[in-house]
Structure formats: C-alpha cells, structure tokens
C-alpha cells in the first residue's frame, strides 16, 4: 500500500505562482511512476505532469513551460511548480503514485487538494 498526502494548494491571481507538495508513505520501492492530475469542474480527470522512477518527465501541452514536476527521494515527496497560472488552471489537483505489475496496473490517490486562479 502507498499513501499519499497533498498540501500547498489555495487561491491565486492569474499570473501568480503556487506549488504543491506530496508526502509519499508505505510501499515506495514499488512506485513506477509518479504524477499530478487534476479534475475541474464538470471536467474528466486529466494529467498534468509526470515523472518516472528514473526521473523522465511527461507534460501535457496545456500546462508545458508553466509547469514542473519534481521528487525529492530523500524526503519521499513530489512537488508540482506552477507558474502563470491561468483561471482555467483552476481545478482539485490529485497526487498519484502508480505501480506497474506484469498484468495489472496498480494507482493510489490523495485525498485532493483545491488551486483556484482568479481573474
């Protein structure tokens, strides 16, 4: 089991900056991939940013040059860096841990945490 806790969300301009934090817990030797997602309202769920166990990163074309994923091992967390944040940035942000087994794929989600960017 992984557990996952997010913090650092909250409300900003448009322009402005936030960062988020996850706190990685449990079974960590067997995360694969380590991502954001976010779900606005009346949207799907949608990934933002990613990072493998070898430290390759994946953005959408939505949030590429804004956005950065990171890890600290060290510690056992992942943060997301957002700058010129946009009103339709605005959404709960997920942190997701993902194992990959040979016939299965394994997600563990955070409880959430709210960005809000005002115009």
């Known amino acids: 089991q992984v557990q996952l806790v997010e913090s650092g969300g909250g409300l900003v301009q448009a322009g402005g900056s936030l960062r988020l934090s996850c706190a990685v817990s449990g079974s960590i030797f067997s995360i694969n991939v380590m991502g954001w997602y976010r779900q606005g309202p009346g949207k799907q769920r949608e990934l933002v940013a990613a990072i493998t166990s070898g430290g390759t990163t994946n953005y959408p074309d939505s949030v590429k040059g804004r956005f950065t994923i990171s890890r600290d091992d060290a510690k056992n967390t992942v943060s997301l860096q957002m700058d010129s944040l946009k009103p339709e940035d605005t959404a709960v942000y997920y942190c997701?841990?993902?194992?990959?087994?040979?016939?299965?794929?394994?997600?563990?989600w955070g409880q959430g945490t709210q960005v809000t960017v005002s115009s």
């Open positions: 997701n841990a993902r194992r990959l087994a040979i016939t299965r794929t394994y997600d563990y």
